[in-house]
């Protein structure tokens, strides 16, 4: 990055066609005009789960960095509208996507190639239900894992391929602190989490020496704006025991996937990247 912090993300812009993918409920239309061959307006990065409040902040901070975005979403054409707007043509496609369903997971690694291939991939959709352990049945783990762990572990092996072929990349998976110490009602959102963290590690030691880079962030609590209309007891709590005496925003969520994905941490694999304001050094006792 540079010191104005708009720098290339992953040391060379490829060529892209500048189109937007039209998805079945956004209204936003197609364009097909583009620069020619060569030309440098920012690396194009896939960022899933692009509507979600985390999403938000991911994409902004891409943005900001120089980077074009292809917004991943289930159904969200309002807020799709909302990044669109306020993005311009940083936007270079929208593609409407049920990470757990298989053919969609290939249309939309297919979509990103038709815009010439992403150098970089967030992986930040996901569910986090609240069920008390007892209440829990085989579907609900089963329908968790289907959205947080097997979609960020097919979308990597399906970018994986081309990206190789590219000389190389950078995939960052949302992962969270959970991962690493559970809280209450969320046994199964916890374990998938965990095995997140593990599924980086074990990509990492397989494709990098295709030059991918795999890595988690793990965000603590994260405040996009609502939280202390819906959950103002656990906002208090947190605010009162993490040092920094906040919650994170999205944009510090996104501005550490940033840095995962730029040429700052080109040595940086399969490890995780914690974003919780120093509470994982709070003693638990």
């Known amino acids: 990055m540079t010191g104005a912090g708009r720098g290339r993300l992953l040391g060379g812009a490829r060529a892209v066609r500048d189109r937007v993918i039209e998805s079945a409920e956004k209204g936003i239309s197609e364009g097909t005009e583009g620069g020619p061959e060569g030309d440098d307006r920012g690396p194009l990065v896939l960022v899933t789960g692009a509507t ?16 074009r975005v292809v917004l991943a979403h289930r159904g969200s054409p309002d807020r799709v509208r909302e990044l669109a707007d306020a993005h311009g043509e940083a936007v270079a496609g929208v593609v409407r996507a049920d990470l757990t369903i298989e053919a969609d997971r290939e249309r939309l ?19 986090q239900p609240v069920t008390p352990l007892r209440e829990l049945r085989a579907e609900d783990v089963r329908a968790m894992f289907e959205a947080n762990v097997v979609a960020t572990f097919d979308l990597t092996r399906l970018l994986a391929g081309p990206m190789t072929a590219r000389g190389g990349g950078a995939i960052v998976a949302i992962a969270s602190v959970e991962g690493h110490r ?13 095995a997140l963290l593990m599924h980086a590690r074990a990509a990492a030691l397989e494709l990098g020496a295709a030059g991918i880079r795999i890595n988690t962030v793990s965000p603590g609590l994260v405040d996009d704006g609502g939280l202390a209309d819906r959950w103002p007891e656990g906002l208090a709590s947190w605010t009162e025991a993490v040092p920094l005496r906040r919650p994170a925003t999205p944009l510090d969520v996104g501005q550490a996937c940033v840095f995962l994905a730029s040429d700052a941490a080109s040595f940086v694999t399969g490890t995780d990247l914690v974003v919780d304001g120093g509470m994982s050094a709070v003693p638990a006792w």
Not at 52 to 67: D, L, T, Y
Not at 182 to 193: C, F, Q, R
């Open 109 to 127: 690694v297919a979509e990103c190639e038709a815009l010439g291939g992403v150098e970089a991939a967030v992986l930040a959709a996901g569910v």
């Open 182 to 194: 559970p809280a209450v009602g969320h046994a199964h959102y916890a374990a998938a989490k965990a």
């Open 52 to 67: 979600g409040g985390v999403g938000g902040g991911i994409v902004e901070a891409f943005v900001s960095a120089g980077a």
